[in-house]
T-cell receptor, first 113, second 113 residues
Framework: KAGVTQTPRYLIKTRGQQVTLSCSPI?????VSWYQQTPGQGLQFLFEYFSETQRNKGNFPGRFSGRQFSNSRSEMNVSTLELGDSALYLC????????????FGQGTRLTVV | ELKVEQNPLFLSMQEGKNYTIYCNYSTTSDRLYWYRQDPGKSLESLFV?????AVKQEGRLMASLDTKARLSTLHITAAVHDLSATYFCAGHAGGTSYGKLTFGQGTILTVHP
């Protein structure tokens, strides 16, 4: 059974650019959550999608957005990148919305220069 | 809002010794998770604890949950070097939290020969 797949694994972007990260959940899982991990702030919740609907959002500026497609794949977008956006972005999938165990992908390491 | 605190944040152990990581949370959490993270890697699910008094064991790790005290513990028995990693606990506030997990700061465990 394939796990959660995140692409790309590594990205280097320049300040002011935008970036799109992708997450394919485990087959049959309909909930996808995104987290940002930094040494200073730890693991912080970005947003969660279930059946193409955003059900919950963390305390991040509007530059951070996401969406989910009908096949449950999800993308997150960060516009006008800042140095502080450098982080490991983790995607988690679960079968239902907040009701079951969450499995994490390998993450996308974003570096903003 | 659910807050999760772990202690200690750093734990240096000798092989063969026992120790406990504590995870306190601030408000009702309908389940408690423990994850392991190796450097540069994603989060590996260790345990999901669903009810008061729940105890789960896997190898040298045992996790328990006391919902009345709002406390979960991860006990390490006869530590070995392979257990060196960062351990996170995470709570789920239930209700409209949907897929949102709130993580503790993480405990960096180093096991020395």
């Amino acid at each position: 059974k394939a796990g959660v797949t995140q692409t790309p694994r590594y990205l280097i972007k320049t300040r002011g650019q935008q970036v799109t990260l992708s997450c394919s959940p485990i087959s049959g899982h309909r909930s996808v959550s995104w987290y940002q991990q930094t040494p200073g702030q730890g693991l912080q919740f970005l947003f969660e999608y279930f059946s193409e609907t955003q059900r919950n959002k963390g305390n991040f500026p509007g530059r951070f957005s996401g969406r989910q497609f009908s096949n449950s794949r999800s993308e997150m977008n960060v516009s006008t990148l800042e140095l502080g956006d450098s982080a490991l972005y983790l995607c988690a999938s679960s079968r239902d919305a907040g009701n079951t165990e969450a499995f994490f992908g390998q993450g996308t390491r974003l570096t903003v220069v | 809002e659910l807050k999760v605190e772990q202690n200690p944040l750093f734990l240096s152990m000798q092989e063969g010794k026992n120790y406990t990581i504590y995870c306190n949370y601030s408000t009702t959490s309908d389940r408690l998770y423990w994850y392991r993270q190796d450097p540069g890697k994603s989060l590996e699910s260790l345990f999901v604890l669903l009810s008061n008094g729940a105890v789960k064991q896997e190898g040298r790790l045992m996790a328990s949950l006391d919902t009345k005290a709002r406390l979960s513990t991860l006990h390490i028995t006869a530590a070995v070097h392979d257990l060196s990693a960062t351990y996170f606990c995470a709570g789920h506030a239930g209700g409209t939290s949907y897929g949102k997990l709130t993580f503790g700061q993480g405990t960096i465990l180093t096991v020395h020969p």
